[in-house]
């Protein structure tokens, strides 16, 4: 293992961690509208008034500046058409064939659980599945 020489002429020595700052580019406001807040909508909504531009920046698979889940530039995930088709096909199917609910009619959602910059569902937290 060597350090490497970006083409910037910025040195990364070998054994360096190097992180992306994803937490701060989605909250913050000057990318996203009312940032802090979750809204499922918040792509559709800048997809619906914008321009071809903000069409185009906003789906599911743009890798971007400001939406990195996927990814960016040259290293983007190369499986990530795969992957948004089998997640949707996921929820369609747990849509189609399922109720879910929290257990005693709870409507509350369950609060995240954060560590370090990650915030994610708790994973011990019940739901409820049935078939239909």
């Not at 190097?18 to 809204?39: G, H, L």
């Not at 609910?101 to 994610?120: L, V």
């Amino acid at each position: 293992m060597k350090g490497i020489t970006l083409s910037n002429g910025q040195y990364i020595p070998a054994g360096a961690t190097v992180q992306v700052p994803s937490a701060a580019v989605y909250t913050d406001s000057a990318n996203y509208p009312d940032a802090d807040t979750f809204d499922g909508f918040r792509h559709a909504k800048l997809r619906e008034g914008g321009t071809a531009t903000d069409h185009g920046r906003n789906q599911f698979v743009t890798t971007n500046e400001t939406n990195t889940g996927f990814g960016y530039g040259r290293h983007a995930c190369p499986g990530r058409f795969f992957a948004a088709n089998e997640i949707k096909m996921i929820v369609a199917r747990l849509i189609l064939d399922y109720d879910m609910k929290m257990p005693g009619d709870a409507t509350e959602r369950y609060p995240n659980m954060d560590i370090g910059q990650t915030s994610m569902p708790c994973p011990d937290k019940t739901l409820m599945f049935k078939r239909v």
